[in-house]
């Protein structure tokens, strides 16, 4: 893939700037993939909202779940299933995925697309909303899980953390991203645009809700790229009674 060139100065607008430096880090880094590429055009033709993780972040966490050496993985927000994919293609021989979607619509994109990345076989996708599957999941013996990434509705992160830590082992890797929101999170009653205010307030306990597990060493990291002002945090689970 050639990269890229395209002169950028200080005096542009940092969203340009954070887009096209992101493009040049892909060009570079993330070569092109069919099955990737053929995922982020079926999400759009089925009108899937456009806020799966970038190429360049999705690889990020394919590489974390390699330095984890992760052979299990919950996954909750599927969407289209291209974070799906990226986590999927980190796990060695045997390794399986566990991804929840609560949108029926949603979840039949994903499949087409896991499967044409000859992936069927590795991942398991559950339809319905998360905190009603992963009580179920609990009963039924799933996990421990060595990694969790969370990026579903960000109103019930709290929910999430809470039974992603009953799902976890200590040394369980645990990812959750959009945390930041352009900055939102410091204003309880901000209304982000795509999150609402249930949403920011949500990220807010959770921030809170980790702050206090003593079980868990954690920490938040902001980013900017082609999709804006963000940031993900990132937390170990310890020992847990």
Request: aromatic share 6%; charged share 20%; net charge negative.
């Amino acid at each position: 893939m050639p990269v890229v060139s395209e002169e950028t100065n200080t005096e542009s607008a940092p969203q340009e700037r954070w887009t096209a430096v992101d493009r040049y880090i892909t060009d570079l880094l993330v070569p092109e993939d069919p099955a990737l590429d053929a995922a982020i055009a079926a999400s759009a033709a089925a009108g899937l909202p456009p806020i799966a993780v970038t190429p360049n972040q999705g690889k990020l966490l394919g590489l974390l779940a390699r330095v984890q050496g992760a052979r299990t993985i919950l996954e909750l927000g599927t969407l289209g299933g291209y974070s799906t994919i990226w986590l999927a293609r980190a796990l060695p021989a045997g390794g399986r995925l566990l991804t929840l979607e609560a949108e029926p619509r949603y979840a039949e994109v994903a499949r087409a697309n896991i499967a044409r990345a000859g992936l069927a076989q590795t991942v398991e996708l559950h339809v319905g909303p998360a905190l009603q599957t992963l009580p179920q999941l609990l009963a039924e013996g799933a996990g421990p899980f060595d990694l969790i990434f969370i990026d579903a509705d960000k109103k019930n992160n709290p929910g999430y953390f809470e039974w992603s830590l009953k799902l976890s082992r200590p040394g369980t890797l645990i990812i959750v991203d959009n945390v930041v929101r352009d900055g939102a999170i410091l204003d309880p009653d901000a209304d982000d645009p795509t999150l609402g205010n249930e949403g920011i307030r949500g990220v807010r306990l959770f921030f809170e809700r980790v702050a206090a597990e003593q079980g868990v060493d954690a920490t938040a990291i902001q980013t900017v790229g082609s999709k804006g002002y963000d940031g993900f945090a990132l937390m170990i689970v310890g020992a847990q009674e």
